[in-house]
């Protein structure tokens, strides 16, 4: 299996998940909270199964610090070796928390490659240790989330000679921005959108600095200040850390780097104020030189220190690309080791599928007339809408702008034109009221939306997305079953919950709900772990396609927040990414090689080994489903979507 884990930049909010913790002992200091991102530097890894723990490294740049290293997966000699210095304790104190609580066998890690520098204040030896705890994870099936990696990772870390942060595990979480929130022993992380590109660069000053010092005396002021500088560092830490991170937030989501670099320079005065004062070891001179370079200015919008300060690090956020590079080589110039970060925006879902080609068998004969997507269905409001309108208002109220809809035929097509794009005839137009007629242009509207593709050949579900591959572009896009129907059950459309969920993780997704044990044999079941404490998002492990009841209650069970077992199936909605139709293009392709045209070409396939590739969330919506596919579901459908 190979793995591959990030370096952390910490962009804003350093120190502060040391002070939050600090809650669990007084009150009034505010929660920390900081803006981390995982680099593009990091550490790549292939891991096995072994009878022992084994690190080995082909890795050139760590050779003058590495040592081949083994021992036997037992919990006082892997504790000894955490002891004992060098970049394998690391692995070792997360081998030995691993062994003590999960009774797990060894494992053998080899460092194929590590572009991540050492000792800049990037984190390599947290990345080291999630690396580390994610290989139990996966080769042991421990279903742990990120979360609890990036814990296991801390304490492991813990167990050695180092002192890290709570902050340095973030690398777990990959090369995007996250929110994390300290508050006592209760850490959160949020995913944070990213409007526009940022172009960051950080570099190592290649001075000196002493992080051990500068800990020991920042903590001093804490868990209560008795002098007016201690009052200035927790207030530094506390409150106006707090608004500058909003800040941050806001720009970052508003693509205004402008504003984001003058507020770095800020944050960097604040520190420089009310914190830096604190320990001698914070005086910074080549920091304060770089910062202030007249060679540098012009490039950037701002820039700070990382980490702990001092004179480790520098950071800036450049003006554009062409700076970002201009910038990495002066840096590397004047003999600092400098790289450059690009913060790339999630693309948000502005495009969705509906595939319809189906003829609906078991609703014959009225699909003989009327294809089921144009079932009349009442609605709460009085209004009696068909099917394919109100999927289609779901996905406007949701922020969609263009819609494919997937046909059996071209000829199908008419019967679409002619309910979205002519006008009523005006006879029938003066005998509605005037919200009626109101509504008639908000139907013409939604037609203006719509695209057409044909599914001529009946070869299953992943067929007939696959038509849509070029409307969908390069852009992750929503799909929508054409037979069913969702009821939100909060503010947010169904669809609209899943394009925010999807703006937090970049990920393949599907949505879930719950079902009965004994009707499991009738679904896909999903298993996984919860990525969140709502329970409301699974870093989704096994797709299973229609398990016995029996497996199921062994193996499927997911727990709630109440400790008890649920199986989850599809609900009926995806945001399905690139790599989807890339997949779906090569099980055709197979099948054309194989000169098989018969075989049904399986969405859940496709779906599955991008899953083992790049992983898959399944969100579980507030909300309903009424699938129409059938005679019952249709009489229920009916029933209760008027209510």
């Known amino acids: 299996m190979k793995l591959f884990v990030p370096g952390r930049l910490c962009l ?16 009034d200091i505010k929660p920390g909270a900081a803006i981390v991102t995982g680099i593009e530097q990091g550490i790549y890894a292939e891991v096995e199964k072994s009878s022992i723990f084994e690190l080995y490294s ?36 997360v081998a030995s928390y691993m062994l003590e609580w999960y009774k797990v066998g060894g494992v053998r890690i080899r460092i194929t490659s590590m572009t991540l520098p050492m000792k800049s204040g990037l984190s390599s030896s947290a990345a080291i240790c999630v690396l580390v705890a994610r290989a139990f994870n996966l080769l042991y099936n421990l279903n742990l989330n990120t979360l609890g990696e990036m814990n296991i990772a801390y304490v492991g870390e813990l167990r050695t000679s180092s002192r890290c942060g709570r902050l340095d595990q973030a690398c777990a979480f990959g090369v995007k921005p996250n929110l994390m929130t300290f508050d006592g022993d209760e850490i959160e992380v949020r995913s944070l959108n990213v409007k526009k590109h940022l172009y960051w660069v950080f570099a190592d000053l290649c001075a000196e600095k002493d992080t051990i010092k500068i800990l020991s005396d920042l903590n001093k002021a804490y868990p209560f200040p008795t002098t007016e500088a201690e009052r200035r560092e927790h207030e530094a830490l506390g409150e106006k850390n707090l608004e500058i991170v909003d800040r941050a937030i806001r720009f970052m989501a508003e693509g205004d780097a402008e504003s984001l670099g003058r507020l770095m320079t800020e944050a960097e ?51 554009s690309e062409e700076a970002q590079t201009q910038l ?15 913060l790339k925006p999630v693309h948000t879902v502005r495009r969705a599928i509906i595939p319809v080609a189906g003829f609906g068998t078991r609703l014959y004969p009225a699909t003989r007339a009327l294809k089921k997507d144009f079932f009349p269905i009442p609605c709460p409001d009085g209004m009696v809408r068909p099917v394919i309108l109100i999927l289609l208002e779901e996905l406007v109220l949701s922020g969609i702008e263009e819609i494919c809809l997937v046909l059996g035929s071209e000829e199908e097509r008419q019967q679409y034109a002619d309910y979205f794009e002519r ?7 003066r005998k509605l009221n005037p919200e009626a007629q109101e509504y ?43 037979d069913t129907l969702y009821r939100s059950d909060s503010n947010k459309p169904c669809a609209l919950q899943m394009v925010e969920e999807y703006e937090r993780y970049n990920s393949l997704m599907v949505s879930i709900h719950p079902i009965p044990l004994a009707e499991v044999s009738r679904y896909g079941i999903l298993h996984g772990v919860w990525e969140d404490k709502g329970s409301h998002v699974l870093s989704v492990d096994t797709m299973h396609e229609k398990p016995k009841a029996s497996y199921a209650e062994e193996f499927l069970g997911v727990r709630n927040k109440n400790g008890e077992k649920e199986y989850y199936s ?8 690139p790599e989807v139709f890339s997949q779906l293009h090569e099980d055709i392709m197979q099948k054309e090689i194989e000169g098989d045209h018969v075989t049904e070409i399986e969405l859940t396939s496709a779906l599955e080994a991008v899953r083992k590739r790049s992983g898959m969330m399944g969100v579980r919506l507030q909300g309903r489903m009424f699938d129409m596919g059938n005679p ?11 209510k």
């Open 632 to 642: 019952t579901a249709l009489v229920r459908a009916i029933e209760e979507y008027s």
């Open 328 to 342: 990495t080589a002066y840096l590397n110039e004047h003999g600092m080791k400098a790289y450059s970060l690009t």
């Open 12 to 27: 804003f909010g350093e120190h502060t998940d040391w002070a939050g913790h600090y809650r669990t002992m007084n009150a």
């Open 269 to 319: 005065a604040l520190f420089n104020s009310q914190v830096a004062p604190m320990s001698p070891a914070l005086k910074s001179p080549k920091l304060d030189a770089v910062l202030a370079d007249p060679a540098i200015l012009p490039l950037v919008w701002g820039g700070k220190g990382v980490g702990s300060h001092g004179d480790g690090s520098v950071q800036f956020l450049a003006r």
């Open 423 to 429: 006008p009523l005839e005006e006879e029938h137009l």
């Open 570 to 577: 599809v609900f009926g909605q995806y945001i399905l990414t």
């Open 440 to 482: 008639e242009n908000h139907i013409l509207d939604i037609g203006k939306r719509l695209h057409y593709v044909y599914q001529k050949e009946k070869r299953g579900f992943g067929h007939a997305v696959y038509q849509a591959a070029q409307f969908a572009g390069n852009e992750p896009v929503m799909l929508l079953l054409g």
């Open 58 to 93: 082909d890795a050139p740049e760590i050779g003058g610090v590495w040592q081949d290293f083994s021992c036997r997966m037992d919990e006082a000699e892997l504790k000894r070796v955490a002891k004992s210095g060098g970049f394998f304790c690391y692995c070792a104190g």
